[in-house]
């Protein structure tokens, strides 16, 4: 926590807006025990607690590998491994696309109570949603051992894969903060589009399932936000197309991100 | 040195009258059809003018109430105070670190326990374990709430919610204390306790700022008052005067007053 004495004016909103923007990504401090309390709040009520959250994530993936391995006529062992992987790092994607408009609602106890910054409450929601992926994770690591083991040297791509989508998470949720403070009618749109993109993306089924409409998973940019991670975890290098578009993207959401925030930062008190 | 000195502040604020302001999607349709569909934005959002050139300056040791009728605009200056608004235009300094109680139900997460909640705000601040368990300690003997701490605060009573969103605050360190309008008139002995508290919290000459609609907190609580009409300064000087004036509605300056220092009161700007 930034001892806040000293002079400091208001005068220019976009400066100030930049300033809340270095403090509170130098804040790891608040934002990581904020993420921390986020998720313990998540499984509060419940009786296995963070083991909840691996148990029915375990649960979901198994009876999703059953089922479609039976309709799709495909091995379950390979299939198994594909899924956990997949679904793992599509719950991450479609949990903080859904979240993001509530960031800065559901703070404003904060905002109003103490000087902190207000970009510490994208970050703790971006940390807690990894947080809770890490728990997911779990169960692709124990299909690993229980049903086949995919890891090789290409895995280690998952790192930078990783931490490209994470930095794409960064930005679309610092825009839909923004936005969803202000336009109350963002969140189901987003959850209906959400749910529509998880049955059009390769993830329960394969990119080649669309034989000679290939075309149909590249133009999708969550196709490669998922692979940029995924390939890696199944033991194959991402394509260099995959890297070109997830670090464009990373780099537009971010730079969008900045810019939005630099130019309603000062509205968003009005707004809650 | 503590120091708050605001200079000429603006503020302006929408207030989305109906649902159709908050739509995305309408203003995306009207955007798109360049503004042929859905109706114009005045006709749902209405701005305030709540702020319309405020200068003043406190400094160490002053106690200063706000009085002024509702939507004179003392909530809006508190939150421009605490850093909470950003106004349009003006200049806020701040010297000190600002504690502030604008909302009673706003700083306490009301799924948690009390002690959960007190545990909390002192990791957000960074104390330590021992830091931690002394501040548990003062705002248990502050609030008397005994069990009640071990019990999610969803369950508290608004008195007993007061207490302890007023114990955290008071407790952590802090020039500059700005409260709104929550500490009710009626119960006389958290007012006697409160006082009691305030004035440890502010021994090493610190700046109060509060807002009430009772006289008797204000001339309990202050020294000096600030009166705010529409907006705009129109009367200050010490507690007791400014209250009287404000009682037979005569301000010294109805039109607005352009700079303000109550421990100058004497002085004609």
Known sequence: MENLSGTYKIMGGTALALRDLSRGVRDIHAWSLLAWDDVVARYRRTLLGPLWITLSHGIFVGALAIAFSVIFGQELASYFVYLAAGITIWLLISNTLMDGPHIFVRARGLLFSYDLPASIHVLRTVLSHIISFAHHMLIYVAALFLVANVVNINTLWAIPGFAVLVLAIIGWSTILAILGARYRDLMPAIAAATQMMFLLTPIFWERANLQQHDWFALVNPLYHLIEVVRRPLLGQAPEPLTWAVTIAIAVVLNCTAVALFAWKRRHLSYWL | ?269
């Open chain 2, 1 to 269: 040195m503590t120091l708050v000195r605001l200079s000429d502040i603006h503020l302006r604020y929408p207030i989305f009258r109906s649902g159709r302001a908050y739509s995305f999607f309408r203003r995306v349709a009207r955007q798109a059809s360049g503004g042929l569909l859905g109706r114009n934005d005045q006709d749902d959002i209405t701005v305030v003018n709540a702020l319309r050139g405020i200068s003043m300056e406190l400094r160490e040791g002053d106690r200063v109430g706000l009085i002024g009728r509702n939507g004179a605009g003392k909530s809006t200056l508190l939150r421009v105070i605490a850093g909470v608004h950003w106004p349009q235009s003006g200049v806020r300094e701040i010297q000190g670190r600002v504690s502030c109680l604008l909302d009673v139900t706003a700083s306490v997460d009301i799924e948690k326990t009390g002690v959960e909640n007190v545990d909390f705000v002192g990791r957000l601040f960074g104390l330590d374990r021992a830091a931690r368990a002394a501040l548990m300690e003062d705002v248990a003997t502050f609030t008397e709430l005994g069990d009640y701490l071990l019990l999610p605060v969803r369950t508290y009573s608004s008195g007993m919610m007061i207490r302890l969103s007023f114990a955290l605050a008071t407790a952590l360190p802090g020039d500059i204390f700005v409260v709104d309008e929550v500490i009710g008139a009626g119960d006389a002995f958290f007012m006697e306790r409160a006082r009691e508290r305030a004035r440890k919290a502010y021994t090493n000459a610190k700046i109060i700022v509060m807002a009430s609609h009772s006289d008797v907190i204000l001339s309990y609580f202050c020294t000096h008052g600030i009166w705010l009409e529409q907006g705009l300064i129109v009367d200050y000087g010490p507690i007791d005067e400014v209250l009287e004036r404000y009682t037979k509605q005569t301000p010294r300056f109805p039109e607005g007053t352009s700079y303000v220092r109550p421990h100058h009161n004497l002085e004609p700007v």
